[in-house]
Nanobody, 125 residues
Framework: QVQLVESGGGLVEAGGSLRLSCAAS????????MGWFRQAPGKEREFVAA????????YYTDHVKGRFTISKGNAKPTVYLQMNSLKPDDTAVYYC??????????????????WGQGTQVTVSV
């Protein structure tokens, strides 16, 4: 299976920016959909953004649309999440996930096959 490792999280003041990276490795690497999810303490895992592996289609939750941008490397097997104008409500552990074959649903965690370990994002007031 593909292995996913997130990085780039940290502490930032409101209005600041962070770029998360999701590096894929393993004996195989192929998935129709790559997604970012986040989970705050005491809350359910929430869909943030997704991209098809061709990079030609992207999807966002309304909470981040216009502020976050998901993209993939041109050559490197890496998916990025550029986060601008960060708000305290964005504070969460952010997870990268892969869906080997598109199920028709990109926003539900159970539809994804492989997950990274998560990276903490904390936005202060």
């Amino acid at each position: 299976q593909v292995q996913l490792v997130e990085s780039g999280g940290g502490l930032v003041e409101a209005g600041g920016s962070l770029r998360l990276s999701c590096a894929a490795s393993g004996r195989t690497f192929g998935s129709d959909i790559m997604g970012w999810f986040r989970q705050a303490p005491g809350k359910e895992r929430e869909f943030v953004a997704a991209i098809n592996w061709s990079g030609r289609s992207t999807y966002y939750t309304d909470h981040v649309k216009g502020r976050f941008t998901i993209s993939k490397g041109n050559a490197k097997p890496t998916v990025y999440l550029q986060m601008n104008s960060l708000k305290p409500d964005d504070t969460a552990v952010y997870y990268c996930a892969a869906q080997r074959r598109f199920s028709g649903n990109y926003y539900t965690p159970n539809e994804y096959d492989v997950w990274g370990q998560g990276t903490q994002v904390t936005v202060s007031v």
